[in-house]
């Protein structure tokens, strides 16, 4: 296939567009690079079978020739980003997603929206199944991403019941992994960056709040089934494993033989207090299953933040 993957040069992005190549098809990858960086796809410049596109997807989008599928990842995701980009939030959650859409039906390509377990919001309901409608605050400051991929969710639905648009959505969960940005704020690369650095990790609250994470591989394997399976509506991708986020921080300190301690902070508003998918859905439709443990992706992570740090 010829497959197009808007935020190519992002996080997850660039270890689909390594999958994607890995399995035989041609990729281009597209982004505007405000949170991607090509240091991410640096390794595969050159190669025949892939293309990088510098483009703004909130844009009218121009590819020549044929497309099989779009993977629609572009977006800043991390909380940090909430406050700092807000409105480039909306816009490609809103218009990206529209534009990609568009040229989906234009090219008659299959489309695949990176969608977010922060649909759910703070969830009244846990462990989160796809049927969960979700709880969150449309004016707080997470809103803005929260509203701009539940908008893209809405949309993508719009485009296969009117226009028959073959459609996927994949709610992604915490996921890690190398290529994550150093200072984006979320919680792997701080802790991470702060053990390597020796200084007290920062735990926001108490950290009694739960996250549950995803090694990048096996959520990139999860989506490849999911474009590649007959699945229209939401599937939930992510680890069921569920960690306080102390926990979690204790962890780091002992594989990175930190001894600084932790340091509370203040916690951010509308901060989800627990988030655990319900993975049922994958594992049925998908027959896909979480491989790697939490601790073996946090040692991998951390050999690629040392050579950065
Ligand atoms: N967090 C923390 N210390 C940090 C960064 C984040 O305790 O330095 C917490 C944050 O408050 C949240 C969890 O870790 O409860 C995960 O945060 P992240 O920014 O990774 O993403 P989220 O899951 O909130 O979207």
Not at 32 to 38: A, F, K, M, V, Y
Not at 45 to 49: L, M, Q, S, V, Y
Not at 117 to 131: A, N, R, W
């Given at each position: 296939m010829r497959i197009l993957v808007t935020g190519g040069a992002g996080f997850i992005g660039s270890h689909l567009c390594d999958r994607l190549l890995a399995e035989g098809h041609e990729v281009i990858a597209m982004d505007?690079?405000?949170?991607?960086?090509?240091d991410n796809i640096a390794h595969l410049?050159?190669?025949?079978?892939f293309e990088f596109i510098f483009h703004d997807v909130t844009n009218y989008i121009y590819i020549a020739g044929p497309l099989d599928a779009i993977l629609h990842f572009a977006s800043p995701a991390s909380p940090v980003d909430f406050t700092t980009m807000p409105i480039q939030i909306l816009k490609v959650g809103a218009l990206g997603t529209h534009k990609a859409l568009g040229l989906a039906r234009n090219k008659g390509a299959r489309f695949l929206l990176a969608s977010t377990?922060?649909?759910?919001?703070?969830?009244?309901?846990?462990?989160?199944?796809?049927?969960y409608w979700g709880h969150v605050?449309?004016?707080?400051?997470?809103g803005v991403y929260d509203e701009a991929k539940r908008f893209a969710e809405a949309m993508t639905m719009a485009y296969h019941r009117a226009h028959k648009l073959d459609t996927r959505i994949v709610r992604i969960f915490n996921t890690f992994g190398e290529?994550?940005?150093?200072?984006?704020?979320?919680v792997v690369p701080n802790l991470v960056g702060q053990a390597l650095r020796g200084q007290p990790l920062t735990v926001y609250g108490k950290g009694l709040q739960t996250r549950s994470f995803c090694y990048v591989s096996d959520l990139v394997d999860g989506i490849y089934r999911l474009l590649m399976s007959q699945e229209v509506e939401p599937v939930n991708v992510g680890n069921p494993r569920e960690t306080t986020i102390l926990e979690f921080a204790e962890l780091i300190n002992r594989l990175t033989g930190n001894e600084a301690g932790i340091l509370f902070k203040p916690l951010p508003a509308d901060d989800p207090r627990q988030r655990r998918p319900d993975i049922t859905r994958a594992r049925t439709i998908l027959g896909w299953e979480p491989k790697v443990a939490l601790e073996d992706g946090l040692k991998r992570t951390i050999g690629w933040f040392k050579q950065k740090v």
């Open positions: 505007n690079l405000i949170t991607g960086s090509t410049a050159g190669r025949r079978d377990s922060e649909v759910y919001g703070d969830p009244l309901v846990h462990p989160q199944p796809e049927t605050n449309p004016i707080g400051i997470r290529r994550m940005r150093l200072n984006d704020g979320r």
